[in-house]
């Protein structure tokens, strides 16, 4: 947990965060309203992009069913909007924490780079990952607020977790595994671009679980194979 490409990339996520956070307040309205329809539009076509690496539709569709049933039953959303500390004086809160910790957790980049990391000390990707998300941060947060400051807490609890395991889960390497987990990332960024631009509210909070579901089936799909 205490690697230190981890720590460097949550660093530069809070700095970034804390960056947009004050540059935010001086951008009026109807340019803030600009960047939230960019950062939706941007959010869907990497959610598309990230779905056509797909390996089997059938793990990634039942990882987005149970892993969002369960989420709907514990509410996840909803639990989410607290750490805000209200439910309704920050609305943007859980957009925000959400759409920062999937852009920034849920993609090849984080478990290639976390497992290469753990491994063998290797530190590069999630170095350059780090400047990717920490130039995200500054645009997301400016837009979103202070939601996307907490999805640091996402980025080192996930990274910190696969590189101190990187030995147990080295094989989620393999492209079975990455494809449906970033089908699996690919349709939940999708679904909070369209909520972003107010299409229709999805609570996508509340399909975290299928992050986790998703090497699970990939590997019960392998055994049927």
Sequence with gaps: MLNISVIVNTVAVILGSMLGLLGGKFVKERYRKVFFNVIGLLTMGLGISMFLDTNSVLVVLGSLVVGGAIGEALDLEEKIGR?????????????????????FVAGPMTVI??????????????????????????????TLGKGVLLS?????LVQGGLVSLAGVLSFLQDPLYLGDFSGVGGLMLLGLGIRLLEIKEIKVGNFLPALILSPILTWVSILFT
């Design 83 to 103: 750490l805000a500390g209200s439910k309704s004086d920050d609305a943007n809160f859980v957009k925000g924490f959400v759409t920062a910790s999937v852009l």
């Design 113 to 142: 780079g976390s497992l290469k990391a753990g491994l063998s000390g290797e530190n590069e990707l999630i170095y350059i990952k780090s400047l990717m998300d920490g130039i995200s941060s500054v645009m997301l947060s400016a």
């Design 152 to 156: 640091a807490a996402a980025v080192y």
